[in-house]
């Protein structure tokens, strides 16, 4: 892969959990490759170990809970605008954007979801798509629109079902998947 010669699109993580895909992107952003310099991680759940991580390594950060998001998002847009964010990457990100909020950051606003899309939007894909006995399963980058898990592909990755397959060893090996393509997927929008 190609060098990346512009200058960085300054990006801001959003997160609520494990963090996987949040260090997997802290890695990326530190490469020759990245288009992105990652300026900003917010979570909206306190004691989240991504969160911890971020604040640990040196990054700007902010969580605030989940209680009364429309102010949430207020402050969100202010620190947003002050820093001149001009991506953001849902990672692990549990809750609903505003259509206010997503309009805002109008193509600006990216996910990754662990199923293959437009198949199994929301939460507990992988037990859903074990119990339709699906051949295959996956993941997704997507633009955000107003509508849960419905706005443009940018990428997607096919992962074959095995026969014993659980929960458990379906998600394990996505998330694989999920790490190398988010920052595909990031490389794609920027060219
Ligand atoms: C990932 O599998 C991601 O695709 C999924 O949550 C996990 C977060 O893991 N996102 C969604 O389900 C969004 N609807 P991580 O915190 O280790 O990156």
Do not use: W
Not at 89 to 95: I, Q, R, S, V, W
């Amino acid at each position: 892969m190609k060098k990346y010669l512009g200058k960085k699109i300054s990006t801001a993580i959003f997160i609520s959990g494990r963090g996987s895909n949040l260090k997997n992107l802290i890695k990326f952003s530190k490469s020759k490759i990245s288009p992105i310099q990652i300026n900003f991680i917010f979570s909206n759940k306190k004691n989240s170990p991504g969160f911890m991580y971020a604040r640990n390594n040196g990054f700007k950060t902010l969580c605030l809970p989940n209680r009364n998001f429309m102010s949430i998002e207020k402050k969100l847009l202010q620190i947003l605008n002050k820093k001149k964010i001009k991506l953001i990457c849902l990672a692990g990100f549990m809750k609903i954007l505003s259509s206010n909020f997503i309009k805002k950051f109008r193509g600006k606003i990216i996910n990754i979801h662990p199923s293959l899309l437009p198949k199994y939007k929301g939460l507990n894909t992988h037990i859903r798509v074990l119990r339709n006995r699906e051949k295959y399963s996956g993941c997704t980058v997507h633009f955000v629109n107003s509508k849960l898990d419905s706005g443009k592909i940018i990428l997607q990755k096919k992962v074959k079902i095995r026969k014993n397959d659980t929960a458990k060893k379906l998600s394990k090996r996505i998330l694989f998947e999920e790490h190398r393509m988010y920052p595909k997927a990031i490389i794609k929008i920027s060219s």
